[in-house]
């Protein structure tokens, strides 16, 4: 009797298990936004153990022609990383931010508003010294390589 009873909650337990319902997996900072003034978008993908970095790759041209924006030290902001080391502190991801025009670094507070969209972050020592912007979820096709894009293509 006590088997058939052990059996009988054995296979209960089983079968709610089996029944939960599966969680989602919460969203994620990693993958392709768009920057808050449409200018670029910005990839943003693990670099190390519990890392994230972001970089430049892909900018709305006019023309195949026109010029690629660059850094403050005559480089291409194609590929630039201008988001590093950011770091999981529960809802808030922090790290550095560099100015692609000055090469002033600042440290960066990014959050998921929703899955998709971002608020960055860049301060000086203290978040009230600082300003935010907010970035949307690209849903285009993956940039090209050379990060040269549609003119409207970011909408």
């Not at 195949?64 to 990383?81: G, I, K, L, R, Y």
Request: with cysteine; glycine share 10%.
């Amino acid at each position: 009797m006590k088997q058939g009873v052990m059996r009988a909650l054995v296979g209960v337990v089983f079968l709610v298990g089996i029944s939960r319902p599966c969680f989602a997996v919460p969203p994620s900072l990693t993958g392709y936004w768009v920057t808050g003034k449409n200018e670029a978008v910005t990839q943003i993908y693990s670099c190390g153990v519990n890392l994230l970095c972001g970089e430049f790759v892909g900018f709305p041209m006019d023309h195949a022609s026109d010029p690629m924006p660059e850094t403050w030290n005559n480089q291409a902001q194609c590929h630039f990383v201008f988001i590093r080391d950011l770091r999981d502190e529960g809802d808030t991801w922090k790290g550095t931010i560099i100015n692609p025009q000055s090469g002033n670094s600042y440290s960066a507070a990014v959050q998921l508003v929703s899955p998709n969209q971002l608020k960055l972050r860049g301060y000086l020592l203290l978040q009230i010294f600082g300003a935010s912007r907010l970035w949307s979820r690209y849903q285009g096709p993956p940039p090209p390589a050379d990060c040269r894009m549609a003119p409207h293509s970011l909408g």
